[in-house]
């Protein structure tokens, strides 16, 4: 890769407890929507502005809802980041060499309880199999017009089978995704963060027809900003640097968090309409 596109002071991963640089910025970057368009495809303005962070030094992070096995159909070798960080921060790699260097696992309990709940609200949903290969799911569908789901039943195709019957059959998990047509009012969000309290559960606008809701059930502590974070502790980044971007409600805790946030014009009108600034 050409120099440029890695600060070329960047610490290297160590055991070593890291010093804080208060000259170390980075900017925290939501993936779809947000630096991907329409096409899922990386436009020559933000091409440049990705590798013109790299010449002045700034960490490049993307933050995406992605599996690994996701992102790497969008993002080829060369694109100009430094840390790529999944599944809304279950997982985070090294770039371009894609090294895991943190994950989370969802403990079979927590899985199996989950499970349950979701069946009992007669709901749509998938349970993905720990990292790195998070691409594999078991399925329990209780609709039959749940479009969305079914989309991407056939996106995954040859990657995923039914749940069984039997839920102590189920192993640990990275994540479980449920995916519903509608929740305008979040009452579902609601009873999902109510019965499930030692559990994280983030809102998203699914990425494939751009109206369902997904609800993703992550271990707890698992967010955007606390992978965002970590991010920061391990390589030594001053957290007063950062600047985040993002355009979806699972965006949210990293905007929240990022000491200086930004919003694209594309976001839902209720987060154009918080105290960020938007582009």
């Avoid at 610490?11 to 630096?35: E, H, N, R, Y």
């Avoid at 809802?65 to 969008?74: D, I, K, Y």
């Avoid at 994950?103 to 709940?117: C, K």
Wanted: with cysteine; net charge negative.
């Amino acid at each position: 890769l050409p120099p440029e596109l890695h600060p070329p002071s960047s610490p290297q991963p160590s055991t070593v407890a890291p010093i804080i640089d208060s000259t170390a910025c980075a900017v925290f970057t939501d993936l779809d929507g947000t630096l991907l368009n329409a096409s899922q495809k990386l436009a020559p303005v933000n091409r440049g502005a990705l590798e013109q962070l790299g010449k002045d030094q700034i960490w490049r992070i993307v933050v995406t809802g992605r599996s690994l096995f996701s992102a790497q159909r969008v993002l080829d070798p060369h694109f100009p980041i430094d840390v790529l960080v999944t599944s809304s921060g279950a997982g985070i790699f090294s770039f371009p060499d894609e090294q895991i260097l943190h994950s989370n696992m969802m403990e079979e309990r927590h899985v199996q309880e989950s499970a349950t709940l979701l069946k009992q609200l007669a709901l749509d949903f998938m349970i993905h199999a720990p990292l790195p290969d998070n691409h594999f799911f078991k399925w329990h569908r209780s609709t039959s017009q749940n479009t969305d789901f079914r989309k991407r039943l056939e996106i995954y195709s040859g990657y995923h089978q039914p749940l069984p019957e039997d839920l102590t059959t189920v192993g640990p998990a990275t994540q479980l995704l449920v995916v519903c047509p509608r929740d305008e009012d979040g009452r579902l969000h609601r009873t999902l963060q109510t019965e499930l309290p030692d559990l994280t559960v983030i809102r998203t606008t699914s990425p494939l027809d751009h109206r369902s809701i997904w609800y993703e059930i992550f271990p707890p502590a698992i967010s955007k900003a606390s992978a965002a974070a970590w991010v920061c502790e391990h390589y030594g980044i001053d957290q007063h640097t950062v600047l985040a971007v993002g355009n979806d409600y699972n965006d949210l805790d990293l905007l929240h968090w990022g000491s200086f946030s930004r919003v694209v014009a594309n976001a839902p009108p209720d987060l154009l309409r918080l105290s960020l600034i938007h582009i």
